[in-house]
């Protein structure tokens, strides 16, 4: 059994930790900002860039923009003030998908996420950069005999197939147009993931 000397002595050992942990967030913060002031210009204008790319591929009629429908941009809070940027979009595709000896194939309707995250580094003349993308398939919900039962309503849901996920640092000197049309075209699903110069 644990007495109170040991229970008192992990109390302040807790004490100690968050304390620690506190002046790491503070550091990093602290470094972020600092990072940002040196390249508030650079950043800005890249993430405007970004935006403006994104209003007018929105505004294109929708069988331009086939594959997908519309690019979603939107600054998040977080907790580093950290000036994060986000821009996801969306595909729908079908294609077969292998069930089994006895059902050999199918044809599966699948939708596809791709996301993009900027962000200010805690190193000086950097950018965070995460890229994410999702393969998700639609399967068919049946309906439950029981008809007091809520989950056995009809309609589909989304299982995870495939998932990617990258997180890369990158110089701020090099945030021009040529990359943000870059980034744009793979939301558009024009480019692919490895043709991103910092994929590369």
């Known amino acids: 059994m644990i007495n109170w000397l040991e229970e008192a002595e992990q109390e302040l050992d807790k004490k100690k930790d968050s304390k620690k942990h506190s002046a790491r967030v503070l550091d990093k913060k602290f470094r972020i900002q600092e990072n940002y002031k040196k390249n ?22 929708i069988e331009k923009k086939q594959p997908f429908g519309y690019i979603n941009s939107k600054e998040k809070k977080s907790k580093l003030n950290n000036h994060l940027n986000y821009f996801s979009s969306s595909n729908r595709i079908e294609k077969l998908r292998f069930r089994g000896f006895l059902k050999l194939f199918k ?34 919900i049946k309906a439950s005999s029981n008809t007091d039962d809520k989950k056995g309503a009809k309609g589909s849901k989304h ?15 090099k945030l021009d147009d040529e990359l943000a049309i870059q980034v744009i075209s793979w939301l558009a699903f024009k480019e692919d993931i490895r043709n991103l110069p910092f994929a590369k």
């Open 40 to 61: 508030k210009d650079k950043y800005d204008r890249f993430i405007a860039k970004l935006n403006e790319l994104v209003d007018r591929v929105n505004n294109l009629p």
């Open 107 to 140: 044809l599966s309707h699948y939708k596809n996420v791709r996301v993009i995250y900027f962000s200010v580094s805690r190193h000086i003349d950097i950018i965070g950069i995460e890229i994410k993308e999702h393969s998700l398939l639609k399967e068919r």
């Open 159 to 173: 299982k995870d197939q495939e998932r990617i996920h990258f997180k890369f640092a990158w110089d701020m000197n």
